[in-house]
């Protein structure tokens, strides 16, 4: 049984997650930002091993308290972090309204940055422990459908390489989750393809991910094919980039 913590436990994702964690008895401390959405979340549970709190993490002068309760929460201390929150936002408006912009950076790099330090200090005083992060491959090269987003996750998958190999000589494991769109109410005015997954499916994925990265940790892409197809994206030339509109366009 591991004692885990879920930060943006009423996501459509980390519901899924949430689920295949509680069907396999670890003991669960969910954090979210609705209180009807995260008591819907602890109610297909069905464990007594779980304890709730309600969050706002954008208000990042509580971070430290949100861990420490956690810590608490799960009987003094933490096996595995997942930080599961994040906003894809208005792209338009974000290009005019800086508001917007900075709502974007706030709530998908500066609002996990502020867990991650305490985290981070609280698994190393421990010696062991994971964290978790879902980011996402539109952090890997800057498109004009969401490159504010983007650059926020982009920002922050750096910052776990670093924290990642921080860690590292002290045994704790950091884990990137790159996820590709995913098909949740955060992308509803959003076309899908075949390229989308579901929370379903996705799910089991990234358990496995977390699973298997428990001893070294890295940056996982999943689905699996987005790390052969971000390559492609990655290293094309930006001028013709820039001429091929279903990479460059809206």
């Excluded at 999943?222 to 001028?239: D, G, H, K, Q, S």
Aim: proline residues 5%; aromatic residues 6%.
């Amino acid at each position: 049984m591991r004692r885990i913590v879920v930060f943006g436990a009423t996501s459509a994702i980390a519901a899924a997650v949430i689920a295949r964690f509680a069907a396999r008895g670890d003991r669960l401390h969910l954090v979210g930002r609705d209180p009807a959405r995260l008591a819907a979340v602890a109610s297909t549970c069905n464990s007594n091993e779980l304890t709730t709190a309600v969050a706002d993490f954008t208000d990042t002068d509580h971070a430290a308290a949100l861990v420490e309760a956690a810590r608490t929460a799960l009987g003094g201390a933490i096996d595995l972090v997942l930080v599961a929150h994040g906003d894809l936002g208005d792209q338009a408006r974000s290009e005019h309204d800086y508001s917007e912009a900075e709502r974007l950076l706030r709530v998908n790099l500066l609002s996990v940055i502020a867990l991650l330090i305490p985290l981070a200090d609280l698994l190393a005083r421990q010696g062991s422990g994971q964290i978790a992060v879902m980011s996402s491959v539109a952090g890997d090269r800057g498109r004009p459908r969401n490159y504010t987003y983007g650059a926020a996750k982009g920002a922050l998958t750096i910052y776990l390489q670093g924290l990642r190999s921080r860690l590292y000589p002290l045994g704790i494991v950091v884990t990137t989750l790159k996820l590709g769109p995913v098909d949740t109410p955060m992308t509803t005015g959003h076309a899908k393809n075949s390229l989308f997954t579901t929370p379903t499916r996705l799910a089991p994925a990234i358990v496995r991910a977390i699973d298997r990265q428990t001893r070294r940790g890295r940056e996982v892409y999943l689905p699996w094919y987005w790390r052969p197809i971000l390559a492609i994206v990655r290293n094309t030339p930006e001028p013709l980039f820039q001429r091929l509109r279903f990479l460059s366009g809206r």
